[in-house]
């Protein structure tokens, strides 16, 4: 099989949008006017946060900000210091940052950060801890929503509800790993709906 035949490729994946589990998109608009803008998206790896921090930007240029995006990842936890400089000195009242992945500071760091870019109209920020920030939102996930995702993915070719329940757990509700997973167990397989009692064999799933 391609890769691109692949119901659960990269690409595709990266086209589902982040699903608020209990909250409405207007009622998180209106928390976050509460908050003035300056909040954490807090949750565990693979929990959303970065699709749901992409999602806000159309969200916040309705409002009239300009998004301004900061990242930091664990392969890349620091910034070239000319390069912050600059970001930071550039910034106004219309701009909102949105930082990924702010609890890879260090504390001094983000305190300066925290500090200067209070000349912004707002920063918005990813962390896997509360306590940077006002919480937001703590994006959570279940097998349900593994489900549901795996079932937009996939389409007709339905997903036996023990192998969903399996890869949650397997994973310790990251859903990126999980659906990483199921792009490798049907690369191996032309259906994971084809042979299930082999899946949950191969698996030890059970039956």
């Known amino acids: 099989m391609k890769a691109r035949d692949n119901p ?21 608009l209106e ?25 806000l930007e159309p969200h916040l240029r309705a409002l009239g900000f300009t998004p301004a ?14 390069a912050l400089r600059r970001f930071i000195t550039e910034l106004n009242m219309r701009d909102v940052v949105l ?15 925290k500090r200067k870019t209070s000349r912004a109209g707002g920063l918005i920020i990813t962390s896997h801890r509360p306590g940077l920030l006002p919480t937001l939102i703590e994006c ?21 509800s023990d192998l969903i329940f399996h ?16 792009y490798d167990l049907w690369a191996q397989r032309r259906s994971c709906a084809q042979n299930v009692s082999k899946v949950i064999k191969d698996y030890h799933l059970p039956a």
Not at 8 to 28: K, M, Q
């Open 167 to 182: 890869l949650f757990d397997k994973h310790n509700g990251n859903l990126r790993e999980a659906l990483r997973h199921l």
């Open 31 to 55: 928390r976050l006017k509460a908050l003035e803008y300056r909040a954490a998206v807090v949750g565990p790896h693979g929990s959303g946060k970065t699709t749901l921090l992409e999602d």
């Open 99 to 113: 930082f990924d992945g702010a609890d890879l500071m260090r504390p001094r760091s983000w305190a300066r950060l």
């Open 140 to 160: 959570r996930t279940t097998p349900q929503l593994l489900g549901y995702i795996a079932a937009q993915l996939a389409g007709a070719d339905a997903l036996p």
């Open 69 to 82: 995006r900061l990242r930091l990842t664990e392969e890349e936890n620091s910034f070239p210091p000319d």
């Open 8 to 28: 659960f490729s990269a690409d595709r994946v990266l086209r589902i949008r982040y699903c608020p589990l209990g909250i409405t998109w207007p009622e998180l």
